[in-house]
């Protein structure tokens, strides 16, 4: 049967060959007037006809299977005029026509259907959410910026822990299994120690591809999900760029054409370059002392560059690199810094005459962390590596063709210390080789993603086939059913365990060998290294109207072998402890466990008034193989309520944002002794000192108070004659000054919590 289906297969792309030989296409890129930047997800369709699609993330559309003829190629996008451009398609040729969009100069009254409500129709997007630059700035600000750490709390499937040393959780995924892109380049911390920034400068994204779960096969190694990042060239028009600051830190972006464009040379060549850096530290000490008199202990540096080489085609070539920083001396018990950076470029080919899309990219990344904390050994763990990918897009009609081949390699070298001294330590290379393929078929109503990935793990000789498929059903225009879901692995773990509840430190470590497991779990043989899991995703979409859209989605992650750190280790793994039981002498154990839940979002978008709600139901639980126990980031309920509205002449905007949350599960304190090490023999126990031990209840059996926030931000804009502006705004985080607790300083009896109240003022100038 198999056999028969992949010989159906052949013969439909055979015949799509055929076709595709008797018409014409076209394709081209969409740039905004202003500025030369890449329009992306605006609708490109033909007048009259059942032609057209989005531009992608590159502004690049491409439409096939045409019939010759003379036509009408009309393009819309929101906050643009409409373009309309003749057209003469011609059998077996390819044109290309660049488009160019002009920001409109009135806000239209009428219903308008998104260019994302388009690509819904047209596309799969099972648990994918798109994020662009304004909707972030929809969001309340801290301080002067809008931040992406900030908009991604807000999306569905998405747990955060904390303000201060918070991370990340998606659908059950630790941040250790979530994998972060930057134009193709792996980078392993995006986020900063204070949980209100992320290491990327919000004004230069382009487009963000949030996936929670049940990814296709262009994406590999993580098991929980992929975070997709793309920015925007320069200015190819002009220098511009924008100063802004505020009581949490400042901001410096820079941007133009090194070579601009004429009608002699299609070429042209631009660059950004953007550097913010945080000076909460002593600001605090004179606006916050009520938070703590010492300041609060968060410090950081980004910095980002780029440059930008377009050709006449659409042809492009990207170099770009980082330098980002964080550092934290909290309440004088721990000193914790790390250093991150690389380099990397990216290519996008438009061969003439052909209907294939050609992109590459090749970097090279290093992440450093250590944590120095008081009475303990300092820990450490490196990072660094390259990844190289190929991969193709070819047109055929409404269908679609992806392949590709990628190649990882990275180097880890790790130090660690348990709570009673054991030392744990690891240096390895390890390369990952991956090919990947994805089909897209569109049957009318019924649209089919099959995609299939094969991933070699070369330090752990174990190849991974992984299988992946989405479907989508457009019932009617209003009315979509959807479906994702595949088999998925990973080497990385993180460096330290799911079981802590406050994770400063957070370093990487690749996957133990066979060997160096236990050599069953439950009963049964361990036959790989690898962490495994599966993934299915039901959904269903519906458009109550043009501004009202509604989409719930159930999802569940059956982690089939995880790895995590053993924090039980009390012996070393040696021929002189062969008796003692492997999870009292391994470094690692091997675990099992469950994500699962459904997600409720509504959105509502229409002239100048934006809200969005998202209410998550999730569980999470993890089996060590003796006990089941919840992982401190199992939160059961989670509810976000974001609303935006302009007002006035355009230049007033009020932006808010109320987050709920239950109780995070934590270990519950049973009780203090005296803890003598008898590390001498002949210890007197009667005059010696001991230090202060705890009894634990059940691992996690208590629960957190439960959570909520208020924060709100007023904005004013201040245009002026030279096209530049000034923009002003009043943050407050936490308005009601919810004591929202942090952790439970155990040795001092004293609960810690989460920031305050904390009112800011920025300002920000863009030219």
Known sequence: MNIK????????????????????????????????????????????????????????????KIKPGKYTLVSTALGYDTVYVKINIIKNRIISEKIILSESSIMLDGAVVSAERQEMRTQIRTSVVKITPKQISQIPTIGAEPDLAQYLQILPGVIFTGDQGGQLYIRGGPPIQNKVLLDGMVVYNPFHSIGLFSVFDSDIIRNVDVYTGGFNAEYGGRISSI???????????????????????????????????TEENKTSITYVLSGKTSYLEESSKLLYTYIDTAGLPFNFNDFYGKVSINGSSGSKLNVFGFNFNDNVNYRAVSDFNWKASGIGTNLILVPAGSSVLIKSNFSFSKYDITLKEENQLPRNSLINGFNFGLSFVYFLGKNQIDYGVETLGFKTNFNYYNSIGRHMEQEENTTELAAFFKYKLNLGKMLIEMGFRTQYYASLSTLSPEPRLGMKYNVTDFLRFKFAGGLYSQNLIAANSDRDVVNLFYGFISGPELGDLQDEFEGEEITHALQKSVHGIFGVEVDLSNRIMINIEGYIKQNTQLTNINRNKLYDDNADNYDKPDNLKKDFIIESGDAYGVDFLIKYDYKRTYVWFVYSLGYVNRNDGYITYSPHFDRRHNINLVA????????????????????????????????????????DYTNSNGDIGIVYAGLNEGRLPYYHRLDLTLKRKFIFKNDSKLEMNLSITNIYNRENIFYFDRLNHERVNQLPFMPSIGISYLF
């Open 5 to 64: 289906r992949c010989i159906l297969i052949i013969i439909f792309i055979i015949i799509n060959f055929v076709l595709l030989s008797q018409t014409g296409s076209i394709r081209g890129f969409a740039y905004e007037k202003k500025t030369g930047e890449p329009v992306i997800f605006a609708h490109v369709y033909i007048k009259g006809t059942n032609y057209g699609g989005a531009t992608d993330v590159n502004g690049f559309y491409n439409l096939t």
């Open 227 to 261: 975070m997709d990042i793309t920015m925007r060239d320069g200015n190819k028009k002009k220098l511009s760029g924008k100063l802004s600051a505020s009581p949490f830190g400042s901001k410096l972006l820079l941007e133009g054409p090194l070579l601009k464009q």
């Open 644 to 683: 935006s509205r302009t007002f006035g002449d355009l230049n007033w905007e009020v932006n808010g944002r109320w987050n709920f949350g239950s109780g995070f599960p934590f270990t519950q304190t049973q009780g203090y002794f005296e803890s003598l090490s008898f590390t001498n023999i002949g210890t």
